[in-house]
Structures are given as structure tokens and as C-alpha cells.
């Protein structure tokens, strides 16, 4: 009962998103805009800080992330997928971008007038490969993190066939499960990785 109630309010959830960029977008509703700000605000911080390893250059990546949506809201279409995701997308890039480029993004204000003190910016050192490295340890961290949330028999599963490169055959005959078992266990574990990296901005 409690995943079937999950899973509506997940979908109702997604439905209130796509209602307020709707309204952002055909009215420049800023209440709107401001409900989205103040729900995923702290998300698209956390995931940006992961890759930056700066809070102040996260966020200010936050506050173009949410220009970016509040100016491009047009090309929000939520029949292709979560607000949350395209959101994550958006922030997830302004972010490598940060490091590719060794220097800060262009940035407008979002809800603070007043203009900032550049002298106080944090600049970047790492080379351009270090960004792609840099994303790569933030997903490996959380898909490990994420991992551990499974049930018992699909993380076992998960286990064998990335950590230990066993085919589903050689599992089933070595722990005497069916080979179709295996199979469900497998597709049951990885779209719930899927749906967990999801909600933290790691699908892709």
C-alpha cells in the first residue's frame, strides 16, 4: 500500500510541476516560479556542490540554473520527462561547465538585486579532463550509496554481475536460483537505481 501511495505522489507531484512552468511560462507567474525555487532549490545545491567541491560557486550556479528555467521555460515539455530531471540536467552542467572552462559562469540574478562582489569569486584550477573526472566520482559515490538501499536479494544480485563480471547463467547455477529469477531480481534492482539516482540528478 505504501509504494502504490508513493508512486501516486510522485505522479501528482509531477503533475504540479508541469502546472507551474505551464503558468510560468504562458503568464510569467513568479508565485510559481518562487513554489518551484523554495522545492528544489536545496536538491539542484546539493548536486552542484558534489561537483565543484565550492558552496559559493554552487550557488551561484543554482541561481543560474533557476534564470535558465524561468527564462527558458518554453522548452519545458513534461510529456518527455520530470521537471526535476531537466532541472538536475541543467544545474549537472552549468557545473562541469564551471570546471571545463576554469572560470564562472555568466550569471543573472535570481531573486537578489544587489550585484556581487567578484572579488571574493573562487576560481578553479583543474584542467578540462578534470571535469568529466569530477562527475564521474560524484555518480560513483551516490550509485555506491544508492546501492546499499536495495533489498537483500537484488543487491546480491547487482553484486555478482557488476562487481564480480558473473554472467546471470553462471549465477543461477552457482546459488541453485532460477534463471529467470535472477533475471527479475536484476531488471527489479536496476530500475530501482534508476529511479533513485533519479531523485538525487544522476540518471544520466
Request: aromatic letters at 8%; hydrophobic letters at 40%.
Amino acid at each position: 500500500m505504501e509504494i502504490v501511495e508513493k508512486k501516486q505522489a510522485i505522479k501528482d507531484e509531477a503533475a504540479t510541476n508541469i502546472e507551474l512552468m505551464e503558468a510560468i511560462r504562458d503568464y510569467g507567474d513568479i508565485v510559481a516560479f518562487r513554489d518551484l525555487y523554495d522545492k528544489y532549490s536545496s536538491a539542484a545545491l546539493g548536486l552542484s556542490y558534489k561537483i565543484v567541491r565550492n558552496r559559493k560557486l554552487a550557488e551561484d550556479i543554482v541561481q543560474e540554473t533557476f534564470w535558465r528555467i524561468w527564462h527558458n521555460s518554453a522548452q519545458f515539455d513534461g510529456s518527455k520527462g520530470r521537471f526535476t530531471s531537466w532541472m538536475f540536467g541543467i544545474a549537472r552542467n552549468l557545473s562541469i561547465d564551471a570546471i571545463r572552462r576554469n572560470k564562472r559562469v555568466t550569471l543573472q540574478p535570481v531573486f537578489d538585486e544587489q550585484t556581487q562582489d567578484e572579488g571574493a569569486n573562487s576560481v578553479l584550477t583543474e584542467d578540462e579532463d578534470m571535469a568529466d573526472l569530477a562527475w564521474a566520482e560524484v555518480r560513483h559515490k551516490e550509485v555506491r550509496s544508492v546501492i546499499k538501499m536495495l533489498p537483500p536479494e537484488q543487491l546480491d544480485v547487482i553484486i555478482w554481475i557488476y562487481f564480480q563480471g558473473k554472467t546471470r547463467r553462471q549465477i543461477a547455477q552457482e546459488q541453485n536460483i532460477p534463471f529467470g529469477t535472477i533475471n527479475t531480481r536484476a531488471r527489479l534492482a536496476l530500475k530501482k537505481l534508476q529511479a533513485m539516482l533519479a531523485e538525487k540528478g544522476m540518471d544520466e
